[in-house]
């Protein structure tokens, strides 16, 4: 019997794979093959809402290093507790391991717009970024699909203030809060309302009172849409920008020249606002917070 060489070294199969480079994607170059796929995703938190009552559901709104948003969806308590402390608002990440999927708004509210949103999952995880982000939102909804959006979306927009409501108080003492309406124009000579609240007016107060005389050009985002009153109204999200160095900015300016310059008849914005105000009067209950500043208007008229 040969001698066992003890010396005789063994061999093993490699089963180690090779690494995979991360697939990375912006939010507009999504398309549906891209759905229930897992991605890495270059981003800045730019809102990061409570988490629900329960305890088990979390939502971002993320911006990419284009300016284009997404909603960002972390579902199950050990998943929010883990992102709800690695993510902040306003900082920058690489986020590895996010999946994709068509929008599920029709099922279950959704705070923005858009044709996909991702969800984070247990093998997400997130390394720190430092990257120039863009100061504003790429995409800036037109004042017509505003007008189809759900109850309670956020929107971002840009228009020329062609008309600003003196303040209001709304609601009964010790609670009562100053409201301002501003009515937008966009490029095509559409109005939108939206009302002012708290900090954004406080904050602004000296812009908004020259807004109306300058004609001045202000984008807007996450102003939540608001059913009942028929505008969209400020949130705790909401940013302002005075004259923004924008694409959007640009293409509105030689309206605003044509404004001041008295070439572009306006009567039409108060006739809009008069009808508005009527309309809200009547329609209203008497219990409703805001009837009496709608009455008090449409009796001026």
């Not at 180690?16 to 270059?42: A, H």
């Not at 790429?138 to 017509?144: N, R, S």
């Not at 409703?288 to 709608?294: I, N």
Request: some cysteine; overall charge positive.
């Amino acid at each position: 019997m040969a001698p066992i060489n003890l010396r005789r070294q063994r061999t093993f199969a490699n089963f180690t794979k090779n690494p995979v480079e991360p697939r990375f994607i912006d939010f507009d170059d999504i398309e549906y093959s891209d759905t229930f796929r897992t991605c890495s995703i270059c981003v800045r938190v730019d809102v990061k809402f409570p988490v629900n009552p329960s305890g088990d559901k979390l939502h971002f709104i993320l911006m990419d290093k284009t300016g284009a948003k997404i909603e960002a969806i972390v579902a199950g308590k050990d998943l929010v507790n883990r992102f709800n402390i690695t993510l902040h608002m306003g900082r920058k990440y690489i986020i590895h391991g996010v999946t994709m999927r068509p929008n599920f708004e029709e099922l279950e509210c959704r705070y923005i717009q858009h044709t996909y949103e991702c969800s984070f999952n247990a093998r997400t995880f997130v390394e720190s970024l430092s990257l120039q982000f863009p100061t504003y939102p790429k995409h800036l909804m037109p004042f017509q699909e505003v007008q189809r959006c759900p109850r309670n979306t956020f929107v971002d927009i840009i228009g020329i203030v062609v008309h600003y409501d003196g303040h209001e108080r709304i609601g009964g003492y010790p609670g009562a809060e100053i409201h301002r309406e501003v009515t937008f124009m966009d490029m095509w000579g559409k109005l939108i309302v939206f009302g002012i609240w708290g900090g954004n007016l406080i904050q602004n107060s000296y812009r908004w009172s020259t807004t109306e005389g300058n004609k001045s050009i202000v984008l807007a985002t996450m102003l939540r849409k608001d059913c009942k009153y028929g505008n969209l109204e400020t949130s705790n999200y909401t940013t302002l920008a005075f004259n923004p160095d924008h694409t959007a900015a640009r293409a509105l300016d030689d309206i605003r020249q044509k404004i001041i310059g008295g070439l572009i008849d306006m009567k039409f914005v108060q006739q809009f606002i008069e009808w508005r105000w009527a309309f809200l009067a009547s329609e209203l209950s008497t219990k409703d917070p805001r009837h009496r500043m709608y009455t008090k208007k449409a009796r001026r008229m």
